[in-house]
């Protein structure tokens, strides 16, 4: 091989290298992303949120091309997010649909922990169903607790969930905690996927999916600079007929 075909090819390795890097700050940054799922298939667009975006201007976020958002209100038995009754007033006065989610503790009972969402999240007509994340925190990943007994708590708290608010709570996990734990147990709640990697791998229907942790909108000014996106797995009629069904089942708890 000649000089110049060696130095050719160490300059397009050069080049590639230099690609690589860029692409992946880019990622890091979020100014591209793994996931970019369409438009044309998933028209319904949604964000979720926490204290960690800290101050949420609600007039600019409800014009960054969603359409629904879910609002972190409480974790465990007792902890509310510092943030929650300040947004939950705030995504009140946009034409947002919205919803609060509450994280579930492996440490603590599914009863207590039900009640602390019920007693900070004021049923609403207009609200989405309650969700519930399910995901390894922690060292948990590693001491993982009895599948059993995390599925006996969940059932509790999804039990008391549904008949205080009158409709079936959303469950939300990752693909490895369904893998792991909810497989097989949970399939009569509509189903919240993270995977921000891939499309979702799991051969359970969803209706959620969380594709990205790294997008960039605006309307927020917390020290958390990226905050999370998911679509609706239908198009808009099917996401209008859904919501209205929702609200139907609330307003039909109200006296």
């Not at 994280?103 to 019920?118: H, K, L, R, Y």
């Not at 909108?217 to 999370?228: K, P, R, S, T, W």
């Amino acid at each position: 091989m000649g000089l110049k075909w060696k130095r050719m090819i160490s300059g397009g390795l050069a080049v590639f290298a230099l690609a690589c890097v860029f692409y992946a700050y880019c990622i890091y940054h979020g100014y591209l992303l793994l996931n970019n799922p369409s438009r044309k298939q998933y028209p319904i667009v949604g964000a979720d949120l926490s204290h960690y975006q800290g101050e949420i201007d609600w007039e600019v976020l409800a014009q960054e091309n969603i359409e629904f958002v879910f609002i972190k209100a409480t974790e465990g038995s007792s902890h509310v997010d510092s943030r929650f009754a300040e947004n939950w007033s705030g995504v009140e006065r946009t034409d947002l649909k919205y919803g609060a989610y509450h994280f579930f503790s492996f440490d603590s009972p599914g009863e207590t922990q039900a009640e602390n969402f019920i007693s900070q999240v004021t049923r609403q007509p207009e609200m989405l169903p309650p969700v519930v994340d399910v995901e390894y925190y922690g060292d948990k990943k590693n001491n993982r607790p009895d599948g059993q007994a995390v599925r006996e708590q969940l059932q509790i708290m999804l039990d008391m969930l549904q008949r205080h608010y009158q409709v079936t709570p959303i469950l939300y996990c990752t693909e490895e905690m369904w893998n792991d734990y909810l497989d097989g147990y949970f399939e009569q709640y509509p189903l919240w996927i993270r995977n921000v990697f891939t499309k979702p791998r799991i051969s359970e229907s969803w209706m959620f999916w969380q594709y990205t942790n790294r997008a960039r909108l605006d309307g927020y000014a917390g020290n958390e600079e990226f905050i999370d996106l998911n679509v609706f797995c239908g198009d808009q009629k099917e996401w209008e007929e859904w919501v209205e069904l929702q609200m139907q089942k609330t307003e039909s708890a109200y006296p």
